[in-house]
């Protein structure tokens, strides 16, 4: 079985090669000049990235207000190859305005490569009895941390928000790595300064003190563990001076972060599922220039998608056996339109014997059906998220499921789709869209979330990003296992993603072979 797992996570590339790693980037700008010269600048940096000749929206910092020298405590993370990186570890550029030479501005990126340890820390603080630094109103207290490197720099770690009018403050908690927090070091310093925030720009200092993630985790169980916030020149001028108020850590949670292989591992099988679009807009199945045409040589364009995709993720499930429906025909025997109907014509039992029993099914079924329309893909997402939606109840990593779905063109049911689409990605599910043909697909890539939320009618957002839509013509002249890679480098993360967001720890190989062996 171990076998299997492994040639399966070798074929995905999840045993990741020397020359794959990730970098975590972290921006800050200098001299930020603004539009309206009444106010100063409220900047906000996004990062994308060049996908098949577009720049798509992968993340974006926060904003930070009335800031002309903002450090951002937004970091970025990245895969990365070696080859492809920048050779620089800090990186500092002009900022360029659009149809105008550099200025004074200046963008600064820092580069750190990530260790193995990929934990996460959950912190929640809170203060009490801070100075007061205004006249008329309390204080509006914020807290930052910055990590002391070795070469005695400081890297900003998190800046909490800003509570208003409020001199004993309850920050919210927040969730950050603990490579980000102190490079994995225990003993590391930290340095923690507490803010009065004014909407200037120029914020009040209250005052500090110096941590060690050691000394952090002592705030477990229900025990805090707290530090005196120290303004060093009040210390030196104030012979009564005790502090600047108290900031304490009420709670220290570690969070195990467990890989794609660690779920494989521990038994979590991958659901496959097809959906072939069957509308008229492919063309006559009997002509040569259809979509469907079965050329008795040369595979047509879905059967090269439908395999390429589909003879990797057999390798994860156990009794290869996928379920594979059409959506958009006209079908025996009564030639109603449907939108879930199984290839194999077996409603009961809509499921096909490994990727080649899909491909039979799916030219069998061509001479029987009428293509027709319209193309609307919500029922097919719906049909799988309903057996999705019966895992989450075993609260046990064992079934994820993938929908493939092959359609030549913009869908009809858009709304619906993004409704269905928002609901799934509370599901253990993922769905890849492959696009067939030369159609505009550009109203498929709101689908997809890498640039930006997608959200439903309604003005719901997604939980996660579970949607990849890829262009079959990008990769109409390379390698099936290119198109592959394409479309399911995001799955590892959108499984990992899932469990740990529901707190679903992987079973361990020896403990799934018990399972198996005592039939539970």
Same mark, same amino acid.
């Given at each position: 079985?171990?076998?299997?797992?492994?040639?399966?996570?070798?074929?995905?590339?999840?045993?990741?090669?020397?020359?794959?790693?990730?970098?975590?980037?972290?921006?800050?700008?200098?001299?930020?000049?603004?539009?309206?010269?009444?106010?100063?600048?409220?900047?906000?940096?996004?990062?994308?990235?060049?996908?098949?000749?577009?720049?798509?929206?992968?993340?974006?910092?926060?904003?930070?207000?009335?800031?002309?020298?903002?450090?951002?405590?937004?970091?970025?993370?990245?895969?990365?190859?070696?080859?492809?990186?920048?050779?620089?570890?800090?990186?500092?550029?002009?900022?360029?305005?659009?149809?105008?030479?550099?200025?004074?501005?200046?963008?600064?990126?820092?580069?750190?490569?990530?260790?193995?340890?990929?934990?996460?820390?959950?912190?929640?603080?809170?203060?009490?009895?801070?100075?007061?630094?205004?006249?008329?109103?309390?204080?509006?207290?914020?807290?930052?941390?910055?990590?002391?490197?070795?070469?005695?720099?400081?890297?900003?770690?998190?800046?909490?928000?800003?509570?208003?009018?409020?001199?004993?403050?309850?920050?919210?908690?927040?969730?950050?790595?603990?490579?980000?927090?102190?490079?994995?070091?225990?003993?590391?310093?930290?340095?923690?300064?507490?803010?009065?925030?004014?909407?200037?720009?120029?914020?009040?200092?209250?005052?500090?003190?110096?941590?060690?993630?050691?000394?952090?985790?002592?705030?477990?169980?229900?025990?805090?563990?707290?530090?005196?916030?120290?303004?060093?020149?009040?210390?030196?001028?104030?012979?009564?001076?005790?502090?600047?108020?108290?900031?304490?850590?009420?709670?220290?949670?570690?969070?195990?972060?467990?890989?794609?292989?660690?779920?494989?591992?521990?038994?979590?099988?991958?659901?496959?599922?097809?959906?072939?679009?069957?509308?008229?807009?492919?063309?006559?199945?009997?002509?040569?220039?259809?979509?469907?045409?079965?050329? &008795?040589?040369?595979?047509?364009?879905?059967?090269?998608?439908?395999?390429?995709?589909?003879?990797?993720?057999?390798?994860?499930?156990?009794?290869?056996?996928?379920? *594979?429906?059409?959506?958009?025909?006209?079908?025996?025997?009564?030639?109603?339109?449907?939108?879930?109907?199984?290839?194999?014509?077996?409603?009961?039992?809509?499921?096909?014997?490994?990727?080649?029993?899909?491909?039979?099914?799916?030219?069998?079924?061509?001479?029987?059906?009428?293509?027709?329309?319209?193309?609307?893909? *919500? &029922?097919?997402?719906?049909?799988?998220?309903?057996?999705?939606?019966?895992?989450?109840?075993?609260?046990?990593?064992?079934?994820?499921?993938?929908?493939?779905?092959?359609?030549?063109?913009?869908?009809?049911?858009?709304?619906?789709?993004?409704?269905?689409?928002?609901?799934?990605?509370?599901?253990?599910?993922?769905?890849?869209?492959?696009?067939?043909?030369?159609?505009?697909?550009?109203?498929?890539?709101?689908?997809?979330?890498?640039?930006?939320?997608?959200?439903?009618?309604?003005?719901?957002?997604?939980?996660?990003?579970?949607?990849?839509?890829?262009?079959?013509?990008?990769?109409?002249?390379?390698? &099936?296992?290119?198109?592959?890679?394409?479309?399911?480098?995001?799955?590892?993360?959108?499984?990992?993603?899932?469990?740990?967001?529901?707190?679903?720890?992987?079973?361990?190989?020896?403990?799934?072979?018990?399972?198996?062996?005592?039939?539970?």
């Amino acid at each position: 079985m171990n076998d299997i797992y492994e040639s399966a996570a070798t074929s995905l590339g999840l045993f990741s090669s020397p020359c794959l790693t990730k970098v975590e980037l972290r921006v800050a700008c200098k001299g930020i000049s603004d539009r309206d010269a009444l106010s100063k600048p409220d900047p906000c940096v996004v990062l994308k990235m060049q996908s098949h000749g577009q720049w798509l929206e992968v993340d974006r910092t926060e904003v930070l207000r009335s800031s002309i020298n903002p450090t951002f405590s937004k970091v970025f993370t990245l895969d990365y190859y070696f080859e492809e990186i920048v050779s620089q570890r800090k990186l500092s550029k002009a900022l360029l305005k659009q149809s105008s030479t550099g200025g004074k501005s200046t963008i600064t990126i820092t580069a750190e490569e990530l260790t193995g340890n990929d934990d996460y820390v959950e912190l929640s603080f809170s203060a009490r009895k801070l100075d007061d630094k205004d006249f008329f109103s309390k204080s509006d207290p914020f807290l930052e941390i910055y990590r002391v490197n070795d070469d005695a720099t400081q890297q900003l770690v998190y800046r909490t928000e800003t509570v208003m009018n409020n001199l004993n403050p309850v920050w919210k908690t927040f969730k950050t790595s603990l490579n980000c927090l102190c490079s994995g070091d225990h003993e590391r310093m930290l340095k923690c300064t507490v803010w009065d925030w004014d909407s200037n720009g120029k914020h009040d200092y209250i005052g500090e003190f110096e941590a060690t993630f050691k000394e952090m985790r002592g705030a477990t169980d229900g025990k805090q563990v707290q530090w005196e916030c120290i303004n060093p020149k009040y210390k030196v001028k104030k012979k009564n001076y005790r502090n600047s108020g108290i900031v304490i850590l009420n709670q220290c949670k570690v969070i195990k972060m467990h890989s794609f292989l660690d779920y494989i591992m521990g038994g979590c099988q991958i659901q496959f599922t097809v959906a072939i679009d069957f509308t008229a807009s492919n063309g006559d199945p009997r002509n040569s220039c259809s979509l469907h045409y079965i050329h &008795p040589y040369q595979p047509n364009e879905y059967l090269k998608a439908l395999v390429a995709v589909g003879e990797i993720c057999q390798d994860y499930d156990s009794d290869k056996m996928f379920p *594979a429906f059409g959506f958009g025909a006209r079908i025996p025997p009564d030639f109603k339109v449907s939108h879930d109907f199984a290839v194999n014509f077996n409603e009961d039992n809509p499921e096909c014997a490994g990727i080649q029993g899909v491909v039979e099914a799916y030219q069998n079924c061509l001479p029987k059906i009428q293509l027709y329309g319209p193309t609307n893909i *919500a &029922p097919i997402i719906q049909k799988v998220a309903n057996s999705a939606s019966e895992e989450v109840h075993t609260r046990e990593a064992m079934q994820y499921f993938i929908l493939l779905i092959l359609t030549d063109g913009v869908i009809t049911d858009m709304a619906d789709t993004r409704e269905a689409i928002v609901q799934a990605s509370h599901l253990p599910m993922s769905i890849i869209i492959v696009g067939v043909g030369n159609a505009d697909f550009t109203d498929m890539q709101t689908l997809d979330g890498d640039d930006g939320i997608l959200r439903s009618p309604k003005g719901e957002p997604v939980l996660r990003d579970i949607v990849q839509f890829v262009p079959f013509r990008n990769f109409k002249h390379a390698s &099936p296992a290119a198109l592959a890679k394409s479309v399911l480098a995001e799955v590892p993360n959108q499984v990992v993603d899932y469990y740990n967001s529901k707190g679903i720890k992987p079973k361990c190989p020896s403990e799934y072979e018990a399972s198996r062996t005592f039939g539970h």
